[in-house]
């Protein structure tokens, strides 16, 4: 069995316990009016825009890469991997194809 296969995609429920915040709190600073939305970014099934991702990160004094580690890691590998791409020397063609 894979260890990894039931980690938590994301550490929101983490530092939301570090805090010592309810969900409801949470949901209340994010001007939510239910906790729905919440519980469904913490169990990874929808991810967050950009605006309620940094309010996620300034309620819970973490940064949002800390928050959302996988999806900021598949980023950095996807970016690395073009930058080597690019990197690369072009070879010009010695000969042109009639």
Same mark, same amino acid.
Request: proline share 7%.
């Given at each position: 069995?894979?260890?990894?296969?039931?980690?938590?995609? *994301?550490?929101?429920?983490? !530092?939301?316990?570090?805090? /010592?915040?309810?969900?409801?709190?949470?949901?209340?600073?994010?001007?939510?009016?239910?906790?729905?939305?919440?519980?469904? !970014?913490?169990?990874?099934?929808? #991810?967050?825009?950009?605006?309620?991702?940094? /309010?996620?990160? @300034?309620? #819970?004094? @973490?940064? @949002?890469? $800390?928050?959302?580690?996988?999806? !900021?890691? *598949?980023?950095?590998?996807? @970016?690395?991997?073009?930058?080597?791409?690019?990197?690369?020397?072009?070879?010009?063609?010695? $000969?042109? *194809?009639?």
């Amino acid at each position: 069995m894979d260890p990894n296969k039931h980690q938590n995609p *994301n550490a929101l429920v983490l !530092y939301r316990h570090r805090m /010592r915040f309810t969900q409801k709190r949470v949901a209340q600073l994010l001007g939510m009016r239910s906790t729905c939305m919440l519980s469904r !970014y913490e169990r990874a099934r929808s #991810l967050p825009p950009l605006k309620t991702a940094l /309010r996620l990160g @300034i309620i #819970l004094r @973490i940064p @949002i890469e $800390f928050l959302f580690p996988g999806v !900021y890691d *598949n980023l950095r590998n996807e @970016i690395r991997q073009s930058e080597e791409q690019l990197a690369r020397p072009v070879q010009q063609q010695l $000969f042109k *194809n009639n």
